[in-house]
């Protein structure tokens, strides 16, 4: 069992191509739910729908809507309580995809693709800021449905775009990680001579 094992790890490309994938499979896994909170915001459309949402256990299951939760139950905003709520809310699946795509990312691609994926996150990170702020700003809750909604269509365009290129990403490296498996390796044992020297 071990043997059979091996081959799928026995050379430095196989080990290399294998940690791409784990880290670009985590990254899927943590993008589609912010994809799914986008689908749903975008739905809410009153008062009912909006507290209907909280319910269910999809806000639950995001970095962002667990910080803006508690972020709106908040007494009193200083900058050590966002940053104690920032620090609460990391779960311990995000902070291990987080350093993998940190550790992986950069080696797996140019800096063109790396410079227009990380502007749009930090844009769209921008917007859902400023939607926050505004919607908890809001004179009355249809207006605060507007920004949740807009929340909503960010974390749809920022989950369709990362979403294609996790995908099309993990599709080059699963036809890297075939190529490096056609590599057979084989195990020499060092024979004792029984001559001195």
């Given at each position: 069992m071990i043997e059979w094992l091996d081959q799928f790890v026995d050379t430095r490309a196989k080990r290399r191509h294998l940690l791409y994938l784990i880290a670009l499979s985590a990254c899927i896994l943590l993008?589609?739910?912010?994809?799914?909170?986008?689908?749903?915001?975008?739905?809410?459309?009153?008062?009912?729908?909006?507290?209907a949402l909280l319910k269910e256990p999809l806000i639950s299951q995001t970095f962002v809507s667990r910080i803006i939760l508690d972020t709106i139950s908040l007494a009193s905003f200083s900058f050590t309580k966002v940053i104690t709520v920032l620090l609460k809310?990391?779960?311990?699946?995000?902070?291990?995809?987080?350093?993998?795509?940190?550790?992986?990312?950069?080696?797996?691609?140019?800096?063109?693709?790396?410079?227009?994926?990380?502007s749009a996150a930090l844009l769209a990170a921008g917007g859902i800021f400023f939607c926050t702020w505004?919607?908890?700003?809001?004179?009355?809750?249809?207006?605060?449905?507007?920004?949740?909604?807009?929340?909503?269509?960010?974390?749809?365009?920022?989950?369709g775009?990362?979403?294609?290129?996790?995908?099309y990403y993990t599709r080059r490296q699963l036809k890297s990680y075939y190529l490096a498996l056609q590599i057979r390796v084989e195990e020499l044992e060092e024979q004792e001579t029984g001559g001195s020297l």
């Open positions: 993008v589609l739910p912010y994809l799914f909170l986008g689908l749903r915001l975008l739905q809410l459309s009153d008062y009912p729908s909006v507290f809310e990391l779960r311990p699946f995000e902070v291990v995809t987080a350093l993998l795509f940190l550790l992986v990312f950069p080696a797996v691609e140019k800096k063109r693709s790396t410079t227009v994926v990380l505004q919607g908890l700003s809001s004179t009355s809750l249809a207006q605060a449905v507007v920004y949740i909604r807009c929340i909503g269509g960010i974390l749809c365009v920022l989950g775009l990362l979403l294609c290129f996790l995908f």
